[in-house]
């Protein structure tokens, strides 16, 4: 169901919402704490897909703490990115900011190269909207290496 949730964010994002729905409450209710996080995750970017930041930061907050109750790292990283980018649509840019340095310091840690470069882009991003060219400049020349 989590995959169905994931497929039809974008075609049929009501339907999309009742099958995470259904897979959030399944994997609770059977103690399966990492596709509770899966579910949680697609339903957040269900209702960031539809524009509803509020609800979309509510279930990836929830993710983002299943993640780091099972120390995947990588998976509070990717989370944190999302919410960095939900809070840049918002206009929340000092906050985005946090999440996307969040992160970095992770993604560093993990010698994930591939994520590193779309984090620094991120925060590139950050900072060209913050008006801070320098610093955006830097950013986007570092997330080329």
Known sequence: MGDLC?????????????YGHQSIQISK?????ALQAYASNNVGV???AKSDYDS???????????????????????TSVNLGL????????????????????IVTKLDDQGLKGSVLTN??????????????KAYYFDALR
């Open 6 to 18: 994931w497929h039809l964010k974008y075609s049929d994002p009501p339907k999309a919402l009742e």
């Open 29 to 33: 209710k059977n103690g399966y704490q």
């Open 46 to 48: 269900v209702f960031w």
């Open 56 to 78: 979309a930061v509510y279930y990836l907050d929830k993710t983002r703490a299943l993640y780091s109750s099972l120390d995947n790292e990588r998976g509070v990283a990717v």
């Open 86 to 105: 939900i809070l840049q649509n918002k206009g929340e840019y000092d906050a985005s900011l946090e999440y996307q340095l969040e992160a970095l310091r």
């Open 123 to 136: 925060i590139g991003n950050v900072h060209f909207l913050n008006e801070n060219f320098d610093k955006a």
